[in-house]
C-alpha cells in the first residue's frame, strides 16, 4: 500500500526533525518552556503563525511568478511543433 509507504517516510522525518528541534531548544532554554504559563506559550504560538503565515504569502507569490514563467514556457514550446 502507497499511502502506509508514504505516509511513514513522511511521520519518520517528522519525528526526527521534531527531536532534534526540541533537543535544540532544550540546550539553549534548559526546561524554562515546560514551566511557561499557557498565556505566554499561546502567545508564542501565535507569534509563530503570525510567520508561517508570512513565509506562506512570499512562498505564494513565489510560485505564482514561477507557474507564469512555467506557461510562458509551454506556450513556446507548443508553437515549435
Keep these: 500500500m ?14 526526527k526533525t521534531l527531536y532534534k528541534r526540541m533537543e535544540k531548544g532544550y540546550k539553549e532554554y534548559g526546561d524554562k518552556s515546560f514551566s511557561q504559563s499557557p498565556d505566554k506559550l499561546c502567545a508564542e504560538v501565535i507569534e509563530e503563525l503570525y510567520d508561517i503565515l508570512g513565509w506562506g504569502c512570499i512562498l505564494i507569490d513565489r510560485l505564482e511568478h514561477i507557474k507564469k514563467h512555467i506557461k510562458k514556457l509551454e506556450v513556446k514550446d507548443e508553437t515549435r511543433q
Design 2 to 15: 502507497k499511502f502506509k509507504l508514504i505516509f511513514k517516510r513522511f511521520t519518520d522525518r517528522v519525528f
